[in-house]
């Protein structure tokens, strides 16, 4: 596979549940970014990882939880979320320090009840 | 103020049409400018990108940027059904490094046959 992969496509989840949000990418990219999209809003940054550590951490509650294990995987674990959690979750990636821009995977559409 | 303000649309055109796309800013360091274009339940992908103020061309897709009144635009031309998606614009530079993008809204445009 090429470029960058998110799984799952969708998810429905309760408030009590926890699951887990992945992105892979094969691109070589050692900079990899969690974003959030909602309906007529511009993308959110939640957080940002540079070789595996993270850079950033855009004010996100706690019950988001992101994990780099290394540079090509990224993790968003989700617990006791609330319905205006709802929203396309985009991984990205990027050649950290260059002038080269984001690569985007292609989402993973959350539904919490 | 919002760094970056991108008319929501929806825009619809005609096949064939000029079409138009803008987005203006705040930080005047900003130095790299792209547009993604979104499809319908897929992740941003890479569209054009440009650095610092000029004309840049690819195909039936022009991106200017003016930095002088802090206005950049993307013109499509001869606009086909497929490029029916939402325009999104992004910046980069100034004191968010070039790690991390600010987007605009997106505008949703729909050309029809």
């Known amino acids: 596979e090429t470029g960058v992969t998110q799984t799952p496509r969708h998810l429905v989840m309760g408030m009590t549940n926890k699951k887990s949000l992945k992105c892979e990418q094969h691109?070589?990219?050692?900079?990899m970014y969690w974003y959030k999209q909602s309906a007529k809003k511009p993308l959110e940054l939640m957080f940002v990882?540079?070789?595996?550590?993270?850079?950033e951490n855009n004010s996100v509650p706690s019950r988001f939880s992101p994990e780099c294990p290394n540079s090509s995987h990224l993790f968003l674990h989700l617990h006791t979320l609330q319905p205006e959690d709802s929203a396309l979750y985009l991984c990205a990636s990027k050649a950290q320090g260059s002038t080269d821009t984001q690569y985007f995977g292609p989402g993973t559409r959350l539904t919490v009840l | 103020q919002k760094e970056v303000e991108q008319d929501p649309g929806p825009l619809s055109v005609p096949e064939g049409a000029i079409v138009s796309l803008n987005c203006t800013y705040s930080n005047s360091a900003f130095q790299y400018f792209m547009w993604y274009r979104q499809y319908s339940r897929k992740g941003p992908e890479l569209l054009m990108y440009t650095y610092s103020s000029g004309n840049k061309e690819d195909g039936r897709f022009t991106a200017q940027v003016d930095k002088s009144s802090k206005y950049i635009s993307l013109f499509i031309r001869d606009s086909q059904p497929s490029d029916s998606a939402t325009y999104l614009c992004a910046m980069s530079g100034g004191s968010g490094g070039y790690n991390k993008l600010i987007f605009g809204a997106g505008t949703r445009l729909a050309v029809h046959p």
């Open positions: 691109l070589g990219h050692n900079a």
């Open positions: 990882y540079n070789f595996k550590e993270q850079t």
